[in-house]
């Protein structure tokens, strides 16, 4: 028997059995042994009967009697008496009814279970039930708890990883020797076996820390690699025009923060080396990332290359190009807008344009990477809010040259340091942590929906103050099955009563893409004072005038969500305010609380990883495939140690060949993660 052996042939594993396991995506005994418990109950100590404590309680007993009573709707409910020297006790079992026939009352038990108060009095609940003369799986040790499969009982499963004992001895160890030496880590075998037999809670942190260890480490190697392949790649080396670039800087309505200065020089720097770049610059909401592509963008567009710029919605492709126009267009530099409200002739032209080097700077949505879209000398990709792409729609745009275009990718979702290293670990990163110096920072306030009167009264004082409002809700119609206001219920509620006096707009993303364009337009122009929506206008959108959000079923929505709403506000020199009302008036979430205390979206960010984990902030679909099985990508020095000792693998000039299960795991890393 070997890792390849296919299930049927191991002991106990019928044509039955074998198909469950297959279901569960587990065919060969290598599946079966890398299929880890989850958990582990602790059920090592055998306690006396008179000694039983409430909790978890293993204790050796013959079975004096027993009884099943049918209760309502078929339900069974067998009891047990269970005898040891000490004194007696009750055992229950809920549908289990071959437990009452189970038991031979010559021969002694382990029971394993809760011991606790039901239903007035103190019983065993659905105790494992073993027999003392065979050796145990599911009592009378720490007891391994594995993911249900479906038609499995835990029982049998623990009996089949008990056969495959004899083979987890002789893993081969998967990391190099000298690794698993310098980070004092348990060998693989002694992992799996930690995991699957442990004897004490230490040997679970041990083996839990080695594997934790291994996953990290091969995603790292695999981003370092990724990283080094780019840097041999060869690019557009675009020469940095200081003239042009002063110029531009100085013609701004603004000074550029330091943070801004230190990005755009290192975004500078890099379009520079013959390589093609491969930066992320985050910056929290409202911290001016535009301004720094539009650098980027004109010392391309100086040495003669095409710049394209991909924004997820239509509303920010239009705010983009319309920004950058104003920024550029006394350059004498072109920008061109292909979204997908341009058709016909129009749209035609717009091609023949771009192909033709007409237009310097094109900015659009997915329609960006259409095959009929020809550039011409393409030299930058600017691709806001990146996390909004699949890394294929990147790679698509990316490849839309022979030559490799710059990559500058941006996004107002900071990413928490873990994140930073490992998944995005194969692109260099510039932050923008500072807000431009006449911004306030917003007050929140977490509203129970009894106080909403007193926030309309705040909202209506800042309209008479000249400012501008959003209201936010999530759903478009009202649902039988939700109670979330719909944005229409509530355009109407509003207009209708406590808005009656004011002029109000309504955005959802139903609309036709020219309908929503208007709107914006409007709200931009201040003809309505206040903008229902949905959560449509959540990325990137800018209107400086509008000084107060409220956000209707707060805790509806995620972290990093709620923080990118809220900076839709606080964009201009007002004191900005983000009401954000609760669903009902229980008690608010601590995810709630941070975002009251906290404007910082890196803050925040980390908040968010540590209560949600990582999926849930970073593109799920890209993170459901990293499936690490162990790992937390919130546990810094854990990523700490993988990063160094990943960096000391190749400074070594170590050859993966030589490490066969390594390469695959370091292989199937780098092509989830990579942007080539
Ligand atoms: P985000 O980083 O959220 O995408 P934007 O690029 O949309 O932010 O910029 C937000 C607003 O701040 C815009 O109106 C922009 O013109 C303005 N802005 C950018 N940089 C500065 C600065 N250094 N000083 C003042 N205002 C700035
Ligand atoms: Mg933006």
Redesign the pocket.
Same mark, same amino acid.
Request: charged share 20%.
């Given at each position: 028997m070997n890792l390849t052996t296919d299930i049927e042939s191991i002991k106990g594993v019928g044509p039955k059995t074998a198909k469950q396991f297959r279901v569960a995506g587990l065919a060969t005994v290598g599946d079966v042994i890398s299929f880890l418990p989850r958990r582990h109950e602790d059920f090592s100590e055998i306690v006396a009967i008179e000694a039983v404590t409430p909790g978890k309680q293993t204790i050796k007993a013959r079975v004096v009697a027993t009884e099943v009573k049918r209760v309502r709707r078929g339900m069974t409910v067998t009891t047990a008496v269970l005898q040891d020297d000490t004194g007696k006790l009750r055992a229950v079992w809920f549908n289990q009814p071959y437990r009452a026939t189970q038991f031979d009352d010559k021969q002694e038990y382990f029971f394993s279970g809760n011991f606790e108060f039901r239903y007035n009095r103190y019983q065993l609940s659905n105790p494992s039930a073993e027999k003392a003369s065979e050796v145990p799986v599911s009592t009378d040790r720490i007891v391994p708890v594995y993911r249900a499969i479906r038609g499995l009982k835990s029982q049998l499963v623990r009996k089949v990883m008990a056969e495959l004992r004899p083979i987890m001895t002789m893993l081969p160890e998967t990391l190099p020797g000298d690794i698993v030496q310098s980070q004092q880590l348990v060998s693989y075998s002694e992992a799996v076996i930690g995991l699957h037999f442990p004897e004490s809670a230490r040997d679970i942190t041990a083996a839990r820390e080695r594997l934790a260890f291994e996953e990290v480490f091969q995603l790292l190697l695999a981003s370092q690699l990724n990283k080094q392949d780019n840097k041999a790649l060869d690019g557009h080396a675009i020469a940095f025009d200081r003239t042009s670039v002063k110029e531009f800087v100085g013609q701004l309505p603004?000074?550029?923060?330091n943070a801004?200065r230190i990005a755009a020089w290192e975004i500078i720097q890099d379009m520079e080396r013959p390589t093609p770049m491969n930066r992320l610059l985050q910056? %929290?909401?409202?911290?001016?990332?535009?301004?720094v592509a539009g650098l980027a963008a004109v010392s391309a567009a100086r040495a003669g290359y095409q710049t394209a710029v991909m924004a997820p919605t239509e509303i920010l492709a239009r705010q983009h190009a319309e920004?950058l126009t104003n920024l550029l267009g006394s350059f004498g530099i072109t920008v061109g807008l292909l979204v997908g409200a341009v058709k016909g002739t129009a749209r035609q032209e717009l091609y023949a344009r771009i192909a033709a080097g007409d237009v310097d700077i094109v900015v659009g949505t997915h329609a960006l990477i259409q095959d009929t879209v020809k550039y011409h000398q393409l030299g930058l990709v600017v691709i %806001?809010e990146q996390h909004r792409f699949g890394v294929k729609q990147r790679q698509k745009l990316l490849d839309k040259s022979d030559t490799m275009p710059h990559l500058l990718a941006?996004t107002?979702t900071p990413i928490p340091r873990s994140l930073q290293l490992t998944v995005f670990g194969e692109m260099d990163i510039s932050i923008?942590n500072e807000r431009?110096?006449?911004r306030l920072p917003i007050k929140s306030q977490l509203v129970s929906p009894v106080s909403a009167s007193k926030v309309y009264d705040s909202i209506d004082a800042e309209i008479s103050a000249g400012r501008q409002a959003y209201v936010i809700c999530s759903l478009i119609d009202e649902s039988a099955e939700s109670d979330k206001k719909s944005v229409e219920a509530e355009y109407k509620k509003l207009k209708n009563s406590v808005f009656g006096h004011r002029s109000i707009g309504l955005l959802h993303g139903r609309m036709k893409p020219d309908e929503k364009e208007q709107v914006m337009a409007n709200f931009k122009a201040k003809k309505y004072d206040i903008l229902v929506s949905t959560t449509v206008v959540e990325v990137?959108v800018?209107v400086?005038n509008a000084s107060v959000i409220m956000i209707e079923n707060a805790d509806q929505f995620g972290l990093a969500q709620l923080h990118q709403l809220r900076?839709r506000v606080g964009?201009?020199e007002h004191q900005s305010y983000c009401y954000l009302m609760l669903s009902d008036s229980q008690k608010p979430s601590q995810r709630l609380r941070e975002l009251e205390k906290s404007n910082d979206g890196f803050y925040l960010a980390e908040v968010d990883l540590q209560l949600r984990g990582p999926g849930e902030i970073y593109g799920r679909a890209q993170h459901g495939d990293l499936n690490l099985q162990i790992a937390s990508l919130a546990d810094t020095k854990l990523l700490k140690r993988a990063q160094s000792a990943a960096e000391q693998f190749i400074t070594n000039g170590e050859d993966l060949l030589q490490y066969k299960s390594l390469q695959t795991a370091v292989d199937r890393y780098r092509r989830l993660t990579t942007l080539n």
């Open positions: 603004f000074d550029l923060t801004q910056g %929290d909401v409202g911290s001016g990332k535009t301004v920004t %806001d941006m107002a923008l431009p110096a006449n990137g800018d400086p900076g964009r201009g």
